[in-house]
């Protein structure tokens, strides 16, 4: 028996709306009929949506209709539910449809079932299923038309959104006026921008792709070899890991990292980027601390070396030991918990010729030096891993866009020339030609710390890449995913709350994760 062919490669990809219209303009030249499109795609959308609610009783189903194809979309799939027996209502509050929208109209009124204008006529419906715009929304909902969708919103039921909650726009996932609270939505056929924006996340629910069989070709014709937008899955992950580990290998072979982090005051921060940088594997660690905190690093890293610097009055690193030399190390993370007072020494790591991580105080030191000119006369790749916060005063000029986090990663990126990784609920990570967007993770990792932990851990895998000329920007996407999917373990062993970041660095170690890597290590 033939089943459906499971595309899992479809799921990298990542369109805008003008992509999306791209690929969907070829389909339709090569001869596919819209409107048989429509009705493959609303027939896929039927069997998601009826897996949603047959746990649920549901008898009348509420169907709120736009002008457009989303409109053209809900009305397949409401007369589809009539025909399953459910009691459909539906409601349309626009005057003008597209032809073929028009056309399902005509039919669906031809078997009894009135249509409303009304938004009210929705309000004893036990769920919503909402088509009232997918991709082509431009412009914002006002007036009576936001005033509904409010009133949708404060009914608290199960809302189905079909391609995108209505009021979303496709790209930036900024509210255009008002927009559906959806609990569940079902893009389609690929992964639109919006899906990747954290301004989306509340209003998109659970979601899920509705693959309709684009063709490859299609995609690839539209997007290039090396499309601007990917998300990031565990086969992409983990496909660049340092695994197998070759038999005869030793421990400089697997990375020579040093971390410099730590202060009197944020002792913390340099324990956590060593416990990160422990999980990654890395073949050799090296953490350079404040003299005064040594002890205490050396109690919970019994395994790497640490170098005890000079420090200023306030308890900062003020510069490496004497006849100490950068250039022994594959890579240098720098930047947690150094406070603001360890410029000199800043300073001095972003002129040496060795890959870096600037992270936390390295970044606060790094936006008071000309950032974009610095980082583009380095010598070496340099990755810098700032939150919103740190974002904004390291490119000022971006502020006002910060929402639309991909595209001012992408633009950050081109003009440092470095990998820029926004953290956020939705990680980006901005490279020469992709901005690659980590898809899964959890707000248990919203908490001091765990951004600490991503430095060392990505030091650590960088340090151990370095050496066989893997491309930086891969293993930076593995890192984060690694990091998020340890949180994501974390928290459904201990709940959202229960993963501080100490906890985090012990599941960095454990299954699943781990047993998904080992698939590749020698039996
Ligand atoms: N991609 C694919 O392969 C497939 C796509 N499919 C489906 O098509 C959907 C895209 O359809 P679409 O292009 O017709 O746009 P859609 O989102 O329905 O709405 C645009 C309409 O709304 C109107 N309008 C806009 N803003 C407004 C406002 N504020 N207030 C009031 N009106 C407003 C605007 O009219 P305007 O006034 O601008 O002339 C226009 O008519 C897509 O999301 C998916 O569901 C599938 O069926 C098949 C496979
Ligand atoms: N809502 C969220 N969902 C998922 N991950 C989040 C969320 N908020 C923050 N994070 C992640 O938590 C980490 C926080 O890092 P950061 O802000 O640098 O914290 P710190 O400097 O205290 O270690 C980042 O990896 C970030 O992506
Ligand atoms: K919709």
């Known amino acids: 028996m033939f089943t459906r062919q499971n595309r899992t490669e479809i799921q990298h990809f990542v369109v805008t709306a003008k992509q999306m219209q791209a690929i969907e303009s070829r389909i339709f030249d090569a001869g596919m009929p819209v409107a048989a499109l429509m009705e493959k795609v609303a027939g896929r959308i039927t069997e998601g949506i009826l897996s949603k609610i047959k746990s649920i009783s549901v008898t009348s189903i509420g169907v709120l209709v736009g002008p457009g194809h989303n409109g053209g979309d809900a009305l397949v799939v409401a007369r589809e539910l009539h025909f399953l027996g459910y009691s459909v209502v539906i409601c349309c509050p626009f005057s003008k449809q597209k032809e073929l929208t028009q056309s399902h109209f005509k039919y669906i009124t031809s078997l009894g079932i009135s249509i409303n204008k009304n938004m009210e006529s929705l309000q004893h419906c036990e769920v919503i299923i909402d088509g009232m715009f997918g991709f082509g929304l431009e412009r914002p909902i006002t007036d009576e038309l936001a005033e509904g969708v409010n009133q949708i919103n404060a009914g608290n039921k199960q809302i189905l959104s079909i391609d995108l909650p209505s009021g979303i726009h496709t790209d930036t996932g900024e509210v255009l006026g008002t927009a559906i609270h959806a609990t569940y939505t079902f893009c389609l056929g690929l992964w639109k921008l919006a899906f990747l924006q954290d301004s989306a996340l509340d209003y998109l629910g659970e979601v899920e ?276 999917q340890a949180g994501i373990q974390a928290a459904k062993d201990k709940t959202e709350l229960g993963v501080d970041a100490l906890t985090l660095t012990q599941y960095l170690n454990l299954n699943p994760i781990q047993s998904r890597f080992l698939n590749k290590s020698h039996p």
């Open 209 to 484: 792709l509705i693959d309709f069989d684009i063709p490859l070709a299609d995609i690839e014709a539209i997007l290039g070899q090396t499309p601007e937008f990917r998300r990031i899955t565990p086969e992409n992950a983990m496909a660049d890991l340092p695994l197998p580990r070759p038999l005869a290998t030793h421990k400089y072979k697997n990375g020579n990292l040093l971390i410099v982090a730590g202060s009197h005051r944020y002792t913390g921060a340099a324990i956590l980027a060593g416990l990160g940088a422990r999980a990654s594997g890395v073949g050799m660690l090296s953490i350079a601390v404040p003299n005064s905190i040594k002890p205490l690093l050396s109690t919970q890293l019994p395994e790497a070396l640490i170098i005890g610097c000079p420090e200023t009055e306030d308890g900062a690193i003020l510069d490496f030991p004497s006849n100490f030399s950068l250039d022994q190390f594959d890579a240098i993370a720098c930047g947690p918990g150094l406070t603001q007072s360890a410029t000199t020494l800043v300073q001095l790591i972003l002129e040496c010729n060795r890959p870096l991580i600037l992270d936390a105080d390295g970044l606060n030191i790094l936006a008071q030096l000309n950032p974009i000119l610095t980082l583009s006369q380095r010598q070496a790749a340099t990755i810098i891993t700032p939150h919103p916060g740190e974002f904004k005063r390291l490119f000022p000029e971006l502020a006002e866009e910060l929402s639309n986090h991909v595209f001012v990663t992408q633009k950050a990126a081109q003009q440092s020339q470095s990998i820029v990784v926004l953290k956020g609920a939705k990680v980006c990570i901005g490279t020469a030609n992709t901005v690659w967007i980590n898809p899964e993770s959890t707000p248990a990792l919203a908490r001091g710390g765990s951004g600490d932990v991503l430095t060392g851990l990505l030091g650590g895998l960088l340090a151990a890449v370095v050496l066989n000329q893997t491309p930086i920007d891969a293993i930076v996407k593995t890192a984060v995913w690694w990091h998020a």
